[in-house]
């Protein structure tokens, strides 16, 4: 019951003069596009349509979304939102739910992964092989020679291939690297 005062406090919105919000130090905001998909998702997994979702929707929705969860965590936080015994939530805690989950996410972390997409051969490393089936995968007809003139951009050691450390400045447009 703790977390739930604690989780709903942290999404009051502030009152002018003060309230709750002026204890924060800054509110994280969902852009439109993820709101938009957590919608999305909270409407395809809500199969009786009912505007509530229930532990299994909710895991399932939330896989969706890039988030790895248990039916028992999924449980956990429909208790963290909802008065005591609810076993479903509306859109509107669902929202809650994945606003500080998409917060807590570490964006280093979050290009890892993609990293990993990438270097499905595991060798640390993306080489012409790797982007070539990514290309394809995407559907994207590009030669040889332009997917290595990608990988040549940014390959800085020149080794022919973009190691994680090459990957992460491409991701954040660092030049200094």
């Not at 809500?46 to 969706?64: F, Q, S, Y």
Request: no cysteine; hydrophobic share 35%.
């Amino acid at each position: 019951k703790k977390k739930k005062k604690k989780m709903s406090a942290r999404y009051q919105r502030s009152t002018p003069g003060g309230g709750v919000g002026r204890r924060r130090k800054m509110k994280f905001e969902l852009s439109e596009e993820q709101r938009q998909e957590i919608r999305e998702a909270f409407e395809l997994f809500d199969t009786d349509k009912n505007g509530l979702i229930d532990a299994h929707e909710m895991k399932v929705a939330m896989r969706a979304l890039g988030f790895d969860v248990r039916k028992d965590e999924a449980v956990r936080l429909i208790e963290s939102v909802s008065s005591e015994g609810a076993q479903h939530i509306s859109l509107y805690n669902f929202i809650e739910i994945m606003t500080e989950k998409i917060s807590e996410r570490d964006p280093r972390d979050e290009m890892m992964r993609a990293f990993q997409l990438f270097d499905d051969d595991s060798t640390g490393k993306i080489t012409l092989k790797n982007l070539r089936r990514v290309a394809r995968d995407l559907g994207e007809n590009m030669t040889d020679d332009e997917l290595q003139a990608m990988i040549d951009e940014f390959d800085k050691d020149q080794d022919g291939e973009i190691n994680e450390d090459e990957f992460i400045n491409i991701m954040t447009n660092n030049d200094d690297f």
